[in-house]
């Protein structure tokens, strides 16, 4: 059987087995989503950030683009205690970061970030043909609301006690990631730090323990990685640093030049950007201790970050990036797809199937 085959690429109608990672932080955009579609893969866009008006015209602007699957994908968890408080001791760490890019210090908003329970039901309306989420398993309620409308559902584990806990849910797969990716290290029955599995360990242990499709994100950027993935059994894989350099993603330029730098090297699991545990390049922010909470945290750095993509300050914002960054080569999501496809068909015609007892 040919690896394109695999249990989610027949369920979804896809001709090549491979997600594009949804991004958060607006860095997602529906050309990329739609490229990827329009490839044979499953494209993805982050929303999290988005409030209901705007993922209803997220899902218009890929469907003008695409008529292939999409995955729209949200945060299940999206405030931790105290993330919703702006201290004086927050406003003193910013204050030298405000006066060395030229900035006033914000005024305060009304809410930091978007509401999980307020965000779902245009989700619902919009009615993605995939759901996919992070930060935990949404309520039985709208589990079945996705079975009544044929979402495909699509959790995330960083252990296999959450890949359980979701298939024990009714999810329809499991992305299990591991700690090489890309972005926030999204646990959700346990802190983060206990949960840093790498991909070699945690794909087949989450693989014995799930009747359900298990796709495989974390340090995947080439055909080497999928091969690698598929043999450990992960029916799929999802990759995210790969896309996030490619130009139709919504990443800046600065960003995206920086991941094929040789600050590329180096990357780190810090809380310094939004409170939360996430893993981007080693810069000068991403070694400071965060004052707050997600995701007031990450409004106080959004809120340089504006000025230091303008001023090219890279020391000064995100940088987010998974341990495989300098193994990727493409700049354009339509070749990566195809160089993905062409190093894996060329592997598999070459492994011969092995028979265990
Ligand atoms: C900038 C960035 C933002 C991300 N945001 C999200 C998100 O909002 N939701 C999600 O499910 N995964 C998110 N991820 C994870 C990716 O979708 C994907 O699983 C991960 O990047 C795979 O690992 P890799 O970077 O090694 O390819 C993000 C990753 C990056 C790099």
Not at 37 to 59: E, K
Request: net charge negative.
């Amino acid at each position: 059987m040919s690896w394109r085959e695999s249990r989610l690429a027949h369920r979804l109608g896809l001709t090549v087995p491979i997600v594009q990672g949804p991004f958060g932080g607006g860095l997602s955009s529906p050309v990329l989503a739609a490229t990827v579609s329009n490839s044979g893969g499953l494209g993805s866009f982050g929303a999290h950030q988005l409030t209901p008006d705007q993922i209803g015209r997220v899902a218009e602007e890929i469907r003008a683009l695409t008529d292939g699957p999409f995955a729209l994908n949200l945060w299940v968890g999206d405030r931790d205690p105290e993330g919703d408080h702006l201290t004086d001791r927050a406003l003193e760490w910013l204050r030298p970061y405000c006066q060395e890019l030229g900035l006033e210090m914000p005024k305060t908003p009304e809410r930091y970030g978007q509401l999980f329970e307020e965000q779902i039901p245009a989700l619902l309306e919009a009615s993605p043909a995939v759901f996919s989420f992070v930060y935990g398993i949404p309520s039985r309620q709208i589990l079945e609301e996705c079975r009544n409308r044929e979402i495909f559902t699509l959790g995330t584990a960083t252990s296999e006690k959450e890949a359980v806990a979701l298939e024990q849910a009714g999810v329809d797969a499991v992305v299990a990631t591991g700690l090489e990716a890309g972005g926030h290290r999204v646990s959700f029955l346990e802190k983060a730090e206990n949960c840093l599995m790498g991909s070699m360990s945690l794909i087949p242990r989450v693989v014995d323990r799930v009747t359900i499709p298990v796709i495989a994100a974390g340090g995947i950027a080439d055909g080497r990685g999928i091969v690698a993935a598929m043999a450990l059994g992960a029916d799929a894989v999802q990759i995210g640093t790969a896309f996030l350099a490619c130009h139709e993603s919504a990443a800046p330029q600065v960003h995206r030049e920086a991941l094929f730098s040789e600050q590329a090297a180096t990357t780190v699991l810090t809380r310094a950007f939004t409170g939360r545990l996430a893993r981007g390049l080693a810069n000068r922010l991403s070694r400071e201790q965060p004052p707050l909470a997600y995701p007031a945290q990450a409004w106080i750095t959004g809120y340089l970050k504006r000025a230091a993509i303008l001023q090219g300050r890279t020391d000064l914002m995100s940088l987010w990036a998974g341990q495989s960054a300098p193994l990727i080569r493409h700049h354009n999501a339509a070749d990566l797809i195809t160089s993905l496809r062409q190093e894996v068909d060329k592997a598999y015609s070459a492994i011969r199937p092995i028979q265990v007892n």
